[in-house]
């Protein structure tokens, strides 16, 4: 997982040995590693706020609203939340979350609604 995310050098120099538990916490919460799902997550909403102009921290339209609750509930998780929860509901769950944030980013820039869309079938 780790070579396929192109992390395993990165890894190994942050965390030394490889344990599983540790590969999840990097390859989802750390801030400094370009591929992990809370920079990704993070810089999907500074990109906003770059388009918009909305200072960081506020919101003026759905998108920036639904992305910063997302980054706000992720940056106050940590992967002990993550097992306990159990990683394949988590991942489920972040997965349908991240989509709602693409949805309301496609509606709120471009006018398009994915239910919409999916009714005229």
Do not use: W
């Amino acid at each position: 997982l780790l070579r396929a995310t192109g992390g395993l050098e990165a890894y190994r120099q942050r965390c030394g040995r490889i344990l599983p538990h540790r590969v999840a916490e990097f390859l989802v919460f750390d801030r400094q590693f370009a591929r992990s799902i809370l920079r990704c997550i993070n810089a999907a909403q500074a990109s906003l706020h770059e388009i918009t102009g909305t200072p960081a921290g506020t919101y003026r339209n759905p998108a920036e609203q639904r992305l910063g609750a997302l980054c706000a509930e992720m940056g106050f998780m940590d992967i002990d939340h993550v097992f306990r929860m159990g990683l394949h509901e988590f991942t489920d769950q972040l997965q349908c979350k991240i989509n709602r944030a693409s949805d309301t980013i496609a509606e709120t820039f471009f006018g398009y609604s994915f239910e919409a869309a999916g009714s005229a079938d």
